[in-house]
């Protein structure tokens, strides 16, 4: 069974960088679609970005466009979250998170359509690593 767990989380001032890292272990043979979402408190959890390994498509919600950059590393099996021009409402509980179907990827391929990943696909899930940012 796989097992996602990741780390990078931290404190940084208004403007600053992090990188998030989610480390698969177990059965990764298989393509999938990784995710990174993200929980502030009070608010429900939210899609931030996203990668599929059959092909290198990504996603990332409006929010974090130009800012964030994700990117998988397929010999190590890990999936990173490099955040930069972090705002106070990037804060929260990070985590990632593995869809071995990559249905919704499919779908929106062949229907030429942009690919958005449903929350409720994604079946592992990783602990969560904290984000703050400080004004």
């Known amino acids: 069974r796989v097992q996602l767990a990741e780390s990078g989380g931290g404190s940084v001032e208004v403007g600053g960088s992090l990188t998030l890292s989610c480390t698969a272990s177990?059965?990764?043979?298989?393509?999938?679609?990784l995710g990174w979402f993200r929980q502030a408190p009070g608010q429900e959890r939210e899609i931030v970005a996203a990668?599929?390994?059959?092909?290198?498509?990504?996603y990332y919600t409006h929010s974090v466009e130009g800012r964030f950059t994700v990117s998988y590393d397929n010999a190590e099996h890990t999936l990173f979250l490099s955040m930069n021009s972090l705002k106070r409402e990037d804060i929260g509980m990070y985590y990632c998170?593995?869809?071995?179907?990559?249905?919704?990827?499919?779908?929106?391929?062949?229907?030429?359509?942009?690919?958005?990943?449903?929350?409720?696909?994604?079946?592992?899930w990783g602990p969560g690593t904290q984000v703050t940012v400080a004004s």
């Open positions: 990668f599929a390994t059959p092909g290198g498509t990504t």
């Open positions: 998170a593995a869809d071995f179907s990559c249905d919704a990827l499919k779908h929106a391929q062949l229907r030429g359509g942009t690919w958005y990943p449903f929350q409720s696909d994604f079946d592992i």
């Open positions: 177990g059965n990764t043979a298989r393509s999938h679609c």
